[in-house]
């Protein structure tokens, strides 16, 4: 561990898990013990010889296959995935949706988990390195490894683990020797956890070869010697050589993928002219340089943000005031309180609200408490505008002077105005939040307020990585349905209200277009009174009397997309499309939208047109994106001709997948009410499921509803769930259930206890 001072607390529960769990069958959590034969053969046979196929989320698919095992078990489960959590830094793994997952698997059981600041908060909050997206896709498969790997561990004589936990070569090479750990992450992640002296953080076989390669060149060896198809013998090497370069940097913590080792191994390009620094070899949240630029910068003082009211609507009175405060008038002096956990008491007490608040509670204590002289803070108008920066220049006051926000601090406010920043780079929504570790992000948000704006990225530059920012899929489907669109041309997302089917429309676009091209893009939305001359071509009343023949919004589009840029795609995207009455709002171009009937080669004569006019076609360059409501009562079914010439996308609700967690966390959501989302609406869409007599699975409620509006600074507190739940779901359940009140209020019940 003296290796890595910086990751103490996540090694140092390691050695715990080690010394309770691997030298006998204890547990990490608990006294009891649970990493024993019996709990590991039920997670083989229910987990392992069960596997679910399904495209669910991996933790609900979990759930399923644990449900007949014991709570033993499933108390196993969780800290097995608590011991593969430790390893992924937070820009791999929020530190919130590990907490929050490990937390699930747990309550199963039917027992609350334990809490334990050092393994539940320290350990799981910084990680170690990134180990790549093929750890989380393939995530089941490192669980399974594991299962069947602490199961062979139970076999052995206590001897010979004594003997194994002695050397860690000699357990890389009983681990090798397991025929289930070929082309394994978690192999590399568990000889670090136990020998982090001797092994590196590095979970890609591919970049330990690709450095071993680079520094024998660099020292003069031959890089062929090595027999990089031993995996013990690659380490060994790599081992050789970071003591050869801590000979040549004394003093130093050396890491292969920072200065100066990074400079050595990262000289040869990839065969694509990338730098070839995938997932696997990219550490933690900041380098050696943003630390460098934040000690230029700020010193020892910590950075915060905070809200400044719904819609920066106290921002003038903490400018012109030159202060910055929070709410919770029925808490009183915040400096009365001794802890975290009084000021949590009493807003539960004094709001009513529930055991939700923690977020809350942490806000006005470190408000009060931990903020220091000297800080910075950086005002924001929600997650999406900067409002300014300033220091903050006094200790904390309860000024009851004041009409509202009476806990004060005062700030020199340095730098004023107002600046946007890109979907990418929002900040959290919480009303106050020390965002000191977050060196990057401080960064840009520096450069942007302080040069005024950030030179934006080239066009050609929107990647599939950018679209999926914001937006609840799998990287796999996502590109599933890019590739679709490709090949069929025309695609229709369709789903229950709220699983974000525009929203997602556009990254498509986007992601196919490869940049943000507003030009060749149009968005219409179909309704009843929508028709073939709106969309295509028709006969309209002129200013000058009489009637005149003009085209419609598809067919100018069309027209565009062949003569402006015939070599780049179009996307043209239809709201509601089942809406309108397809057969006649398209009419022949049923036949001209076809993939394989694109092109001048197909034009045909439209329903006005005159003799002598040139015929029509749909240019091979377009490509047609549809939204269908599944939950509206009101329409027809979609005839068989369309749905030949269209592709069928269904989008699910989110609700437990970890880019939801994800997204709500690091939108300031405190973790008790991301599992409130989540598990409450879980239940109520398995509900609408069931209702196949007066709804089913075209009914289910999305994850949209509580995607918080980053222009918004509003607390995302418990009175903000169930204003959600109040002023949009219920409404919907009413409009479903029109017939069952009592159904509706129960409903309502459930999801607000």
Known sequence: MARHPDLAPALQAAEYWRDRCLRRPGSVFTDRELWTAENLDHLVRHFVENLDEGKDSFLDKLRRQLAPVPPGAKQLAAEMLWVMFLFPTSNAMKPGTKRLQ??????????????????????????????????????????AFFIRLVRAWRDLAEEEQRRLLADGWVM??????????????????????????????????????????????????DPEAVDDRRPTAVDRELLRIRRLMEERHPGQDLVFWLPPLRDIWMREQDDDGKDGL????????????????????????????????????????????????????????????MSREEVHEALVRETGGDATLTTTARAA??????????????????????????????????????????HVRRVEWKLTGEWDLPEGQRTTSAILADISLHKGWLRYAFELMERGAIPPEPESSYTVDDALDGVFLPRDQF??????????????????????????????????????????????????????????????????????????????????????????????IIDEINRGNLSKVFGELLMLIEADKRGPGYAIPLTYSRVGDERFYVPRNVYILGMMNTADRSLAMVDYALRRRFAFVRLEPAFGSERFTDYLLGAGVDEAIVERICTRMEELNREIRNDTNNLGPGFEIGHSYFVPDARADEVLDHRWY??????????LLREYWFDQPQRVAEAVERLLA
């Open 365 to 406: 204590w470190e408000f009060a408490h931990e903020m220091r002289t000297d800080d910075i803070v950086i005002a924001k108008g929600g997650r999406g505008t900067l409002l300014g920066w300033g220091i903050v220049a006094s200790d904390y006051v309860f000024d009851t002077d004041r009409d509202e926000y009476p």
């Open 278 to 337: 995938g997932d696997n070899a990219q550490p933690l949240s900041s380098s050696h340089e943003l630390d460098a630029w934040y000690r230029d910068r700020f010193g020892d003082a910590r950075v915060w943000a905070i809200g400044t009211g719904i819609g920066g609507r106290l921002w003038p009175d903490f400018r012109d005031g030159g202060i910055a405060a929070l709410g919770f008038d029925a808490l009183g002096d915040l400096a009365e309180y």
């Open 172 to 221: 890389a090479d009983w681990i090798d020797g397991q025929p289930i750990a070929k082309n394994r992450l978690l192999r590399h992640i568990l000889l670090f956890l136990l020998f982090p002296d001797e092994f590196e953080r590095i979970t890609s076989m591919s970049y330990k070869r690709r450095i071993i390669r680079a520094f024998r060149k660099h020292l003069g060896d």
């Open 102 to 143: 490990v937390r699930q698997v747990w309550e199963w059981s039917g027992e609350a988990l334990p809490h334990d600041e050092l393994l539940i908060d320290q350990a799981l909050e910084r990680g170690m390195g990134n180990p790549g997206s093929a750890f989380h896709t393939h995530r089941w498969r490192e669980f």
């Open 722 to 731: 169930e204003a959600v739940i109040r002023a949009e779901i219920e409404p």
């Open 479 to 572: 590109q599933d349905i890019l590739d679709l669109l490709g090949r069929k041309k025309n695609v229709i997302l369709e789903g229950p209200p709220g699983v974000g089917k525009t929203f997602i429309a556009k990254r498509i676009a986007w992601a196919l277009m490869r940049q943000k091209d507003p030009r060749r893009l149009e968005m219409v939305q179909f309704h009843q009174s929508y028709a073939y001359e709106d969309f295509v071509q028709g006969w309209r009343p002129a200013e000058t009397g009489g009637f005149t023949l003009r085209n419609g919004v598809f067919y100018e589009f069309c027209e565009r997309a062949a003569r402006d840029d015939p070599e780049r795609p179009y996307v043209f």
